[in-house]
């Protein structure tokens, strides 16, 4: 199987063989939120003559989530809870990282950065680094405290990890620019890569019908998705005052789909509990969704929104995209503006008023205006966020690496 955009990838080719990567993780656990999911997709990829890849993760063969990974996983836990302490991992890097091209990070503020560091700092071996996300100064806002611990140990840990690295790749111009913000002394080489997904499977009618199947009472309705960790950033207390105010008699369905923070069940419940009883039985909460019934609840939505305080990429935007669902989202989902101008959804900010709003001007669109967002959505998923466009990237990036690195080679004889 190819995928959509492979020709693209073969004529970025520089090299007679396949970039071979090494991806490092702390958890492939998709709990986990992002990366675990992006990871899963990106091994996809790895089918590709062009791209040949492998992960290592600090969590154990049990929970490492490696049935839904297409290429080898080298699980090295268990690890310490929290940072995720695993004094295998430079061993087994010292041993291993000169099979591969490239080492990717994918993370920081645990052991999986830290580690790979030590392990390759002056190495030949080159590494490059994905925060997703993690350096956005709205936790430097929202957690102080942790905030404070942070900076004690920026200058000989995570700055040390960045300043070293080949390249930090950033999924978007506005996660480069916030990135700045959180940290000093900051000094990295910074790259816009960009950031994606995989199409869904082309069997739509099925995952519908399995969708519809499992959650009958939703046919019919006027679903809004909400698809994701239930966690506080996500602005889902907004979404529920707002629902409760301003949809509830549009005959609109809310449903919550992906598992709950642990810190934020009691918080949500509490929430659901207030709601009205004719409120409530307006909103489903699934729990988590994979594989057919992810992608029929996607295709079943009238929309997605996602009101979060702070979002890198937002993996369900590109999803819902990717099956020409419009996305209603907070202008802190830093692809908001790739959004806008394409017209695939609506924004506002990430306040009662905006949520309200959000909702509001959703329900006034007319249906042909609906269905004219719904085709600029699939047009804004292969323009910006067809997966295999990033990894295009990423080939041209790590061969004009291996290209200056030959050259050093060289020059030295």
């Known amino acids: ?18 970039l ?5 993780i702390h958890s492939l656990n998709p709990d986990g939120g992002g990366p675990a999911h992006f990871l899963a997709q990106l091994s996809t990829l790895g089918m590709q003559p062009e791209f040949d890849m492998e992960i290592v993760s600090l969590d ?22 929290g940072y995720g302490l695993n004094l295998r991992l430079v061993p087994w890097l010292a041993k291993h ?23 390759l700092a002056g190495s030949d071996t080159p590494y490059m680094v994905y925060p997703h996300g993690m350096l956005d100064p709205w936790f430097k806002q929202r957690y102080p405290v942790k905030h404070l611990k942070k900076t004690l140990y920026w200058p000989w840990s995570e ?29 990295c080489r910074e790259i816009v890569i960009g950031h994606g997904t995989v199409a869904p499977p082309n069997h739509p009618d099925r995952q519908i019908e399995l969708f ?36 509830g008699s549009q005959q609109l369905h809310l449903v919550l789909a992906g598992p709950p923070s642990p810190e934020y069940k009691s918080k949500l419940d509490g929430q659901l509990s207030a709601l009205s009883t004719e409120i409530r039985s307006r909103i489903t909460m699934t729990g988590l969704l994979l594989d057919d019934l992810k992608w029929g609840a996607l295709r079943s939505a009238d929309a997605l929104i ?14 819902a995209l990717s099956c020409g669902v419009p996305v209603l989202l907070s202008d802190k989902v830093n692809i908001w503006r790739e959004v806008t101008e394409a017209g695939a959804g609506l924004v506002e900010p990430d306040d009662l008023a905006g949520v309200k709003n959000l909702l509001l001007r959703w329900i006034k669109l007319e249906p042909s205006t609906r269905e004219l967002m719904r085709r600029k959505a699939a047009e804004c998923y292969d323009k910006h966020f067809e997966l295999s466009k990033s990894v295009l990237r990423l080939i041209m990036i790590a061969n004009s690496l291996r290209a200056q690195s030959g050259q050093r080679s060289r020059s030295a004889m």
């Open 306 to 319: 996602l009101p979060s305080h702070q979002e890198n990429f937002g993996q369900s935007v590109s999803e």
């Open 1 to 18: 199987m190819r995928l959509a955009g492979s020709r693209s990838i073969s004529s970025a080719k520089r090299q007679d063989r396949a």
């Open 97 to 119: 990282h000169h099979r591969f091209d490239l080492v990717i990070v994918h993370g920081i503020w645990q052991y999986s950065s830290f580690g790979t560091w030590l392990a």
């Open 20 to 24: 071979k990567t090494l991806h490092v």
């Open 212 to 247: 519809y199947g499992k959650y009958p009472h939703l046919k019919g309705q006027r679903v809004l998705l909400f698809f994701g960790r239930l966690a506080e950033k996500k602005g889902l207390d907004l979404l529920l005052s707002a629902f409760a105010d301003s949809a």
């Open 60 to 81: 154990s063969p049990e929970e490492s989530n490696g049935s839904s990974i297409a290429c080898p996983v080298h699980a090295l836990g268990p690890s310490s809870a």
């Open 159 to 187: 700055y040390c990890v960045l300043r070293d690295a080949q390249a930090v790749l950033f999924t978007c111009e506005q996660e480069r620019r916030l990135a700045k913000q959180s940290f000093h002394p900051y000094r």
